[in-house]
């Protein structure tokens, strides 16, 4: 079965440090995302990537935060100048469709750990 | 704003019983819910979801009820086994807000065996 998956598993950086989180999303899929989960709350959404630009972001991605598509099969978040409270899940995923008609499919996730 | 929430935060339950997850969503204009099963270091994993239009969807082991009346989503699962042990999430979707996933707090879900 098709999967999303995320490098690395665990991050550790200084703060002030530029982090960049990989996924390889599904394969078809055309909808990429990116969510975040503080340890013990619950999942946000960051930013959503469709057709080569972002379609959607939320206040939490402000301009320390980037994402590109570099080829065909990755997709990446870039955080700039990291700062503590960036420690946190990172979550990758992909659909086929609009998420109101198709299901959102998740990667097993990149801690961050920001010292 | 528009949030998703839980209304029980850990459920306990015997093998072989059955759970009821609840959930409570105040954006009356969302289209789309789903619930996700969270295990111990991994992604959300998709269960099971219902579009706006129904009043429920049964999957294997698994039915999701929606009552719009009072904005109430449900997860039920018939004879809990303990690898159904995970955090629950319900998740909804409005496309006036457009595509993204606006997720609950989460339940805990503990099965005794």
């Known amino acids: 079965e098709p999967e999303v998956t995320q490098t690395p598993s665990h991050q550790v950086t200084q703060m002030g440090q530029e982090v960049i989180l990989r996924c390889v999303p599904i394969s078809n899929h055309l909808y990429f995302y990116w969510y975040r989960q503080i340890l013990g709350q619950k999942v946000e959404f960051l930013v959503s990537?469709?057709?080569?630009?972002?379609?959607?972001k939320s206040e939490i991605f402000d301009d320390q935060f980037s994402v590109e598509r570099p080829d065909g099969s990755n997709f990446t978040l870039k955080i700039r100048s990291t700062k503590l409270e960036d420690s946190a899940m990172y979550f990758c995923?992909?659909?086929?469709?609009?998420?109101?008609?198709?299901?959102?499919?998740f990667g097993p996730g990149t801690r961050l750990t920001v010292l | 704003g528009e949030s998703v929430g839980l209304h029980l935060p850990t459920l306990s339950v015997q093998e072989g019983d059955n759970s009821i997850i609840n959930c409570a969503y105040s954006n009356s204009a969302s289209d789309y819910f789903i619930w996700y099963k969270q295990e111990s270091g991994k992604g959300p994993q998709f269960i099971i979801d219902i579009r706006s239009n129904m009043d429920k969807r049964q999957g294997q082991r698994v039915t999701v009820l929606l009552n719009k009346t009072v904005k109430h989503l449900s997860l039920q699962i018939a004879a809990t086994q303990p690898g159904d042990s995970a955090v629950y999430f319900c998740a909804e979707i409005s496309m006036e807000y457009g595509n993204k996933l606006v997720f609950g707090a989460g339940t805990i879900l503990r099965v005794k065996s």
């Open positions: 995923a992909s659909s086929d469709n609009l998420a109101g008609v198709g299901n959102q499919f």
């Open positions: 990537f469709y057709n080569n630009e972002i379609s959607e």
